[in-house]
């Protein structure tokens, strides 16, 4: 499977508290991208760090590529309510244009 | 501005009966997905298609089939369905080149 895992599967926190989940994938890549999905929904797009990147921020989030380690974090800071979701790591493998989703991260922010 | 829909949105079906779920983009996008979700597994791709015409195996194929004859639709038909089959079904489009990728609101089948 090209499937990356999430890590941690669930995760608890209280409101305005930083959430960071972890993505570990198996193959090179082009590219790695996060999605967030809500209960019942599609796999909304959030953040894309590309793989000569190290670093993206975008609003309250905050993304992390290590390539040596085939490893990427995902940082919510002062997470609210809303925030509760499952997040997905998608990466592209070098051969292009096919995008493999993780596992998923649960995560609950409590009010 | 309705994007990517998929229809049926739930569907339930009798073990070796033929279904079809149609997915439909209004983006023209060259690249369209079929995906399935199970609880323990998250997304596995089924098949992918790159433009009219061209279309491609993904991660668990066995069991499905695809078509595509216009840019704007890819239907995916469980020939025979079986129960571990049921499952929440994503369609996806997205851009040439593009690194994003668009969803559907997923198809909830169930094979009785």
């Known amino acids: 499977s090209q499937q990356g895992e999430e890590d941690p599967q669930a995760l608890s926190i209280q409101e305005g508290e930083n959430a960071t989940m972890n993505c570990s994938y198996k193959t090179s890549i082009n590219n790695l991208q996060w999605y967030r999905q809500n209960s019942g929904r599609g796999l909304v797009h959030l953040i894309l760090i590309r793989s000569n990147e190290r670093e993206k921020h975008s609003g309250r989030l905050r993304v992390t590529l290590d390539t040596s380690k085939k490893s990427s974090s995902l940082l919510i800071t002062a997470s609210r309510a809303a925030d509760t979701a499952s997040y997905f790591c998608a990466t592209d493998p070098n051969t292009g244009n096919q995008f493999y989703f993780g596992t998923g991260t649960s995560l609950t922010v409590i009010p | 501005d309705a994007g990517i829909t998929q229809s049926p949105r739930y569907k339930i079906t009798e073990t070796g009966r033929q279904v079809t779920l149609m997915c439909h983009q209004t983006w023209s996008h060259s690249y369209m997905f079929w995906y399935r979700q199970d609880l323990g597994h998250g997304l596995r791709l089924i098949y992918y298609s790159a433009a009219a015409d061209i279309t491609d195996k993904g991660e668990v194929p066995d069991g499905y089939v695809v078509s595509r004859s216009k840019t704007e639709n890819f239907p995916l038909t469980l020939e025979s369905a079986t129960r571990s089959q049921t499952s929440v079904y994503f369609c996806?489009?997205?851009?040439?080149?593009?690194?994003?990728?668009?969803f559907g609101e997923g198809s909830w089948l169930t094979v009785v």
């Open positions: 996806a489009s997205g851009a040439a080149g593009g690194n994003t990728i668009y």
